[in-house]
Structure formats: C-alpha cells, structure tokens
C-alpha cells in the first residue's frame, strides 16, 4: 500500500492484512502488563505474524471448524497426546471450553460441549443460534492435525501473556487492551485511517444486468485497490 496518489492492487483479504500489517507496526510498541518491558521491533512483528497466519487458517475452514471454537482454544491448555483418549480429561477440558464460548457475548448463539463415549471418546461441540442446531465433533484426529498444533503453539505464548496495564501504542496514540486480538485489531484499525479501499467484484459475483456493459476493472478479477489518502 503506497502513499500520496499511487495506489496497490491485491487480490484477496490476505494480501491486503499482509500490507496492512506492515504499515500497522511501524513505530508500533506493545506493553503487555505494567512495568514490562515493551515489545517492539522483530519481537511484535514475529508474534503478529504468527497471530495473523492463525487467523488465515481459521477463516480459511469455516466448513470444517467453528472459527470462534477455535479462537477460544488460544486461551486453553494443551490437551497432552496421554490425555487426548482419556474421558475424563476430555470432558473437564470440554468444560472450560463451554464456559469460554459462552463468556463471550454472541446474540442469539450459546454452546454446549459434551463427550460423545466411545473408542476412543472425543468431543460434540454443540452451537445453538436462533434455534437451529449445528453440531461439530472434535475427534482424536483434530488433536493431532497441524491445525491444532498451530493452536498450541501460539497458545503457549499468549496465555497468561496479558496483565493489568497493557497498552499498545503507534506513533502518538495509544489504547488499553486486554489481549493480543484487541491490540492487533487496534493497530490494523489505526493502519487503515487515510487509506481508501474499494473492492471489484469477478466475473461470478455480478448481477446478470451488469453482464451487458464493460465496467473498468483490473485483470486481476476479485481484487482490492487500496489507495492512502495525504492529510489536508
């Protein structure tokens, strides 16, 4: 994403976080509880990258994962490879992660987390929105997939990460979080300020009375300009 009048295509979502990143964390520090230590420079851009390829991954497979299910292991302990048949160990994990979907506020959706017996057990994560049901089973292959294991090892540096105090700053302005999401959403938010973003649809998302005319669009179909605007 470049300054003054030029501008930047991409071609997807990814592509424009990617650039939105780079733009947030310059001269960006990020105190994580009082009287630490700021994290700044190769240290803050390792842990966002990380945070953000998480992120990728998650929405990438909503078919497959309830993306805030997943969002909320992030904040759980690892279940052991020993631990991962064991019933009750399954369920005492399975209830904390209960209580974690349902302390986060979601209009109209609550969650249950039951163990489904078997060999080996696993666990039913149950999501209830406007009534209608949808059920997503976490089984012992899930523990083992590179996806979880890209939960855990981002997990292990985020839990208990965040104290009292922690405050993430850019240039002049600063905000008070409370978790390494809120500080990056804060940082990719001041990022956007000035920039001008528009979106062209592909081929597939137009309306069929918009097929008869030529509108000017890149050749790259779905993708985004992004253009920053100068201050005044």
Not at 44 to 64: C, G, I, W
Not at 109 to 134: F, I, K, M, S, W
Not at 137 to 155: K, W
Not at 210 to 221: D, H, L, M, N, Q
């Amino acid at each position: 994403m470049k300054k003054g009048k030029s501008e930047n295509y991409v071609k997807d979502d990814v592509e424009l976080n990617q650039i939105l990143l780079r733009t947030a964390l310059e001269g960006a520090s990020l105190v994580v509880r009082d009287s630490s230590v700021p994290m700044q420079d190769g240290a803050l851009e390792t842990l966002a990258r990380k945070y953000m390829d998480f992120q990728n991954a998650v929405h990438k497979s909503p078919r497959r994962y309830d993306s805030h299910v997943l969002e909320q292991m992030l904040h759980l302990p690892e279940i052991g490879i020993a631990d991962r048949e064991d019933p009750e160990k399954l369920t005492t994990w399975g209830a904390q992660l209960e209580k974690m979907l349902n302390d986060v506020p979601q209009a109209g959706r609550h969650y249950t987390v039951t163990l489904q017996p078997g060999t080996p057990p696993h666990l039913v994560v149950t999501r209830v929105e406007h009534g209608n049901a949808v059920e997503k089973h976490l089984h012992r292959e899930f523990f083992n997939s590179s996806e979880y294991r890209r939960i855990t090892d981002l997990s292990r540096t985020l839990v208990g990460l965040f104290g009292v105090g922690a405050i993430v700053r850019r240039g002049d302005n600063e905000q008070t979080v409370g978790s390494f999401k809120e500080a990056i959403n804060w940082l990719l938010d001041e990022a956007r300020r000035g920039q001008t973003i528009q979106r062209y649809k592909g081929l597939g998302e137009m309306n069929p009375s918009s097929c008869g005319t030529r509108p000017s669009i890149p050749k790259r179909a779905g993708s985004c300009r992004c253009a920053s605007r100068m201050p005044t």
